[in-house]
């Protein structure tokens, strides 16, 4: 049982938009910013997003990133083959002293 | 270029240690901590605990606590994740990524070593 709460799985064709939402709490999305994670299959994790907003150099602005209150999404525009991966989305924890994670979103692109 | 490399891939007995680590290039090691998160079979993300490279400060899981013992060697800029009492359940693909203190801000990781408990 993650602490931060994803879908299992998102789906959309070459080039719709699709969001992919994450719920937590007053302790971690709610008092911290929020990171999303790219894990394309077979790889490690690749960082996507940090601050809630901000897209690391090398992202695609096809991706952004949103935060309101105790819930954050990730939409990605211009949906390609190549963005079918899992996404995590992570913060901190004042509770628990430490970053908990999204129980990750498969998104397939049909 | 940050860069970190992991040692390959173990297989242990139940009730055995394993030490896994990381070697970083490509930045000021101990400007930042290197964190460990692990991956189950078909299963998500596990945050298991940090170090501080340029201290050795350690915030652990608390499910972890006890049984992991993070360490760093400066003079080679390599992080070491130690655990103890292994069983099937921690059979996963261990991953050190790059982190500072009380963040979620993975920024670098490493390729991922997979660990196998198996009697």
């Known amino acids: 049982q993650s602490v931060l709460t994803q879908p299992p799985s998102a789906s959309g064709t070459p080039g719709q938009r699709v969001t992919i939402s994450c719920s937590g709490s007053?302790?971690?999305?709610?008092?911290?910013?929020v990171y999303w994670y790219q894990q394309l299959p077979g790889t490690a994790p690749k960082l996507l997003m940090y601050?809630?907003?901000q897209r690391p150099s090398g992202v695609p602005d096809r991706f952004s990133g949103s935060k309101s209150g105790t819930s954050a999404s990730l939409a990605i525009s211009g949906l390609r083959s190549e963005d079918e991966a899992d996404y995590y989305c992570a913060a901190w924890d004042d509770s628990l002293s430490g970053p908990v994670f999204g129980g990750g979103t498969k998104l397939t692109v049909l | 270029q940050v860069q970190l490399v992991q040692s390959g891939a173990e297989v242990k007995k139940p009730g055995a240690s394993v030490k896994v680590s990381c070697k970083a290039s490509?930045?000021?090691?101990?400007?930042?901590?290197i964190s460990w998160v692990r991956q189950a079979p078909g299963q998500g993300l596990e945050w298991m605990g940090w170090?501080?490279?340029?201290?050795?400060?350690?915030n652990y899981a608390q499910k972890f606590q006890g049984r992991v013992t993070m360490t760093t060697e400066t003079s080679t800029s390599t992080a070491y994740m130690e655990m103890t009492s292994l069983t099937s359940d921690d059979t996963a693909v261990y991953f050190c990524a790059r982190a500072n203190s009380g963040s979620s801000n993975f920024d670098s990781w490493g390729q991922g070593t997979l660990v196998t408990v198996s009697s």
């Open positions: 490509g930045y000021t090691f101990i400007s930042y901590g």
């Open positions: 170090i501080s490279a340029y201290n050795g400060n350690t």
């Open positions: 601050r809630s907003n």
């Open positions: 007053s302790s971690n999305i709610g008092s911290n910013y």
